[in-house]
DNA sequence: GTGAATCTTTGCGCCGGCGCAAAGACAGGA
DNA sequence: TCCTGTCTTTGCGCCGGCGCAAAGATTCAC
């Protein structure tokens, strides 16, 4: 299947010696956060760029009354509001550690001395910022093109991906995601997603445990999400 | 109200001296596109990245079995296929010639040589990424948010704003977008786009010439769009 | 200028899925 | 242990907007 978990540290840092790693983490700072906690939120004037070096930041953006989008969850080795060292803006999402989190932040100076000294920094950053792109194309194709219930499999599938991990056949995704939250990421009502967890449940695909969802079925989903 | 049309080379090339940019430039080969040519189609290989010189692109995304996803629309200064540059993979997209076009294109080799040499192109290009990044998160949640009249208005102004020209008062996208192409471009079907340009015509707010939407009120359209 | 092909408009019926409401399940605190 | 607050499930009714169909408008080739 694919692999899990295996974006450890390679991302931002990609192509760098172990030393200049070190000189780098030197410059930045470390920020500590516990469960529920925000690091920044959307339309504050973003000053950092932050890299998750443990646990889980879950990455929205509201819309005038309500509405959410979870635009995605991001792990070790994952740089989120690159943002800020372009350009002073706002930061356009807001970040929520999902369990206890631990991140590295730089200033948009330190950053940018960081990206001339070390080239490969902006280019992975590129790199990121690409597939990222190409990722969020595809989820706006498919909120329009597809129904709900096959886009929340493919929901189930992107999260399992990035941030699921195998326990004996089945592959837990380990940290608590409510329906509403994978609502917000589906782009559905939290109503609907409950009642196509159920649904999935009687069939025997999923299992849902202490806030926990369980993929039962991995490859009964994926063939669910691309039947045409 | 916005700046047309000024991306006038600067995109891309922005931060660099004249010389170093007729040195880009000698390194690229010039494609000359006709009215609906194809520069390249989802799914091949990618193995150019193309600047925008003249004319203008139409990026599309297609979906199993017919719908579609106008991604945006490329003019002067503009980059497309990144991709192309950063890993051996096929293009996401299909890029259409909207009218006579004219491309520089450069091959992987040749665009990562040029961007350790100049690494203003990187970060160039990295700004770009972000801010298509940004925008395409704002559509989505609008995609989920909204009613679809809403975001038509808002499809019309963002292409206007990438693509308008002042004439008097008026507004006109002078290049032909068919109710088609808007719907895919707002993430609706052509019938729901003709009945909205339609009502919108009889209250004064827009215009169809030969082909061309001319906006008569952006102010209308601004307010319909923003409304709660 | 005429005919063919394409694009646009509009009437009409239907349905996916939203969202209220109310009941049920579960977790955490004292 | 019980109580309180939060999250989840499910029944039910409603409606936005999709999509067929057919007519009308416009463009293009020759």
Redesign the pocket.
């Known amino acids: 299947m694919e692999e899990n978990n295996n974006n450890t540290n390679n991302d931002f840092l990609r192509g760098l010696s172990r030393e200049e790693r070190a000189e780098i983490m030197k410059c930045g700072t470390a920020v500590d956060l516990k469960r529920g906690a925000v690091l920044f939120r959307q339309g504050e004037p973003a000053t950092r760029t932050f890299l998750v070096l443990e646990g889980r930041l879950k990455l929205a953006k509201l819309h005038e009354e309500g509405k959410e989008f979870l635009v995605r969850y991001i792990g070790p080795g994952e740089l989120t509001s690159m943002i800020a060292v372009l350009q002073n803006r706002e930061y356009p999402v807001t970040a929520t550690a999902v369990g206890a989190t631990l991140v590295a932040g730089w200033d948009r100076k330190r950053m940018m001395e960081l990206m001339s000294e070390y080239p490969e920094l902006t280019f992975n950053m590129l790199h990121h910022a690409l597939e990222r792109l190409e990722e969020l194309q595809s989820r706006y194709l498919e909120l329009h093109a597809e129904?709900?219930?096959q886009r929340v499999a493919r929901s189930l599938l992107r999260i399992m991906r990035q941030s699921g991990r195998k326990s004996g056949d089945e592959i837990v995704i380990d940290f608590p995601i409510?329906?509403?939250e994978l609502a917000d990421y589906t782009g559905?009502?939290?109503?609907?997603v409950?009642?196509t967890?159920?649904a999935w449940e009687k069939k025997g695909w999923v299992r849902?445990q202490?806030?926990r969802i369980i993929i039962v079925d991995p490859h009964a989903l994926v063939l669910f999400s691309e039947k045409i």
């Open positions: 129904q709900v219930e409510s329906r509403q559905t009502t939290l109503y609907t409950s009642r967890l159920s849902s202490s806030g």
